[in-house]
């Protein structure tokens, strides 16, 4: 299988690239062979900030320096000049959907040769151009739209993370919650293994250097200098190979230990994924990455502890969905609330295996297409009433769980009469050898085709079987409990409607808190 990894990259650079903090996954290995095998620099969309924390963490290494600016800076041409001359790695971070225009010669790399050297013209200066000089561009916009003209002068990269990629950040930081020293000798055995890959590589090169350099055989056996490079060679090698039988039998007995956690960093990744997608719904509702490590970092320190792997497992699992659900629900309007449950409800299934997504398909969008109506055979649904469920009836029978229900319902129309009148029509059940063919979720597709008024009461219902009555029952605001999961980094902002002020409240907490002398009101209307 040909790979960009396996063809352009190189094990010992994507083994530093990791130690550095970029995630392991293929999508984030290949934008960082595009960063650095590209012609062009790399303009990274990254949301949750990875690309960033990786340019940095890498940036430390570099001899000649990184610098880091905004393209707010009055300062910003000035010092890029300077970066430019001594060949520093410069990251040009939050920029919006336009580039300043005298980032062109930069961007298009428009070197200029003059005697010996490079220069590039920046506004009306020369500047002298050093080769190690290297730019990197990030924005935190999740969906930025660039102009035509800004695209072809750069290399768009999307860094934001993938469901993989979280997978592992959530396994690291559970582990180093739970097992510290754990987490810690993994650290070392993967930046010891990388430090011992590049140790080879370069007497790999060295030695194939020697190999090339001597132009006869004779050149080889009189230059002691080859052979120094291989008894040195001999020795790291024989060094790095019992370190190695070492760090793999604790490798692989720290990972064992690891992966019995695995199924609550996957449960956290899903979450995450359920949370960001809420901006659909409004785009008040944003949820940064680093907001979701912390509450997960409380979940981790707050949940009950047991000493049996599994049932701890299932703590963490309980605790913290409860908790995210809790924390969401406070930023979430009334009408929402029972939407965002569903939802939350139904990643947990998907992570499980347990829906099939046909099914969910048709039940979120309902049947579609032309279809012939068949006479209406009852005496119980008006004509209008009949196309609409047929209509369904119709789709429905062409999913494999339903398969024969359009030909049940026209023969034996009478029993499902029953459903259609009662009060509580989502806890009817179903006719004949439906109820027991049919699960949960595939009762609550023929109820929405049958009596569309009683859906909500039906998922209210499911989301109680599936996750617990917890995650209906909305909680009520309490400042004490915003402020306990909140820091000294993330303040509390409260969202009014009319008619709303929380000033009260606030004042009655603070006098409970011993904080009455310590409160500063101030008005931004003020200046």
Known sequence: NVTMAGVLGDPVTIGAWGV??????????????????????????????????????????????????KQSETNLLRNLELAIQFGKWVLLENIGETLDPALEPILLQ????????????????????????????TTTLPNPHYAPETQVKISLLNFAIT?????????????????????????????SNAKNAKITYDLENKILFCLSDAKEIMDLLSDDTLI???????????????????????????????????????????????????DKIDPMYQYSLQWFQRLF??????????????ERVKNLNNYFTLSLYQNVCRSLFERHK??????????????????????????????????????????????????????????????????????????FHKKFKKIYDATEAHKEKMPGEWEERLNRFQK????????????????????????????IDPPTFNLQNCYNDSSNISPLIFVLSAGSDPTADFLKFAEQQDFSNRIDSVSLGQG
Do not use: H
């Open 228 to 278: 120094d490079i291989l008894d040195e060679s001999k020795k790291v090698s024989a060094e790095i190979s019992e370190q190695k039988k070492i760090s793999d039998v604790a490798e692989k007995q720290i990972d064992e230990t690891r992966e019995n956690f695995r199924t609550v960093a996957y449960r956290a990744s899903l979450l995450y994924f359920c949370i960001t997608d809420l």
């Open 163 to 191: 469901q993989f990629g979280l997978e592992e950040q959530m396994l690291n930081q559970l582990v180093k919650l739970e097992f510290p020293e754990l987490q810690a000798q993994k650290d070392e055995i993967v930046e």
């Open 110 to 137: 428009q070197k200029i040769k003059q005697g010996s050297s490079f220069v590039i013209k920046l506004g009306d200066k020369s500047i002298p151009y050093n080769d190690t000089f290297k730019f990197f561009l």
């Open 338 to 411: 029972l939407l965002f449950s569903f939802l939350l409800c139904m990643k947990i299934l998907f992570g499980d295996d347990a829906v099939n997504m046909v099914e969910w398909r048709f039940f979120l969008a309902g049947a579609s297409g032309q279809i012939e109506v068949k006479p209406n055979p009852t005496d119980w649904l008006d004509d209008l009433d009949w196309v609409q469920v047929y209509e369904q009836l119709y789709c429905m029978d062409k999913l494999e769980a339903f398969r024969g229900i359009e030909a049940y319902f026209i023969e």
């Open 297 to 310: 970092s409380a979940g981790v320190r707050n949940s009950q502890p047991d000493p049996e792997t599994a």
């Open 20 to 69: 550095a903090g970029l995630p392991s996954d293929k999508l984030s290995v290949e934008n960082g062979i595009i960063m650095f095998k590209s012609r062009r620099w790399p303009l990274m969309i990254d949301p949750q900030t990875q690309a960033n924390k990786f340019i940095k963490n890498l940036g430390k290494d570099v001899e000649t320096g990184l610098d880091v600016f």
């Open 444 to 471: 609550m597709i023929l109820i929405k085709a049958l009596r569309g008024d009683k859906i909500t009461a039906a998922i209210q219902d499911f989301i109680t079987e599936k996750i617990g009555r917890a995650f």
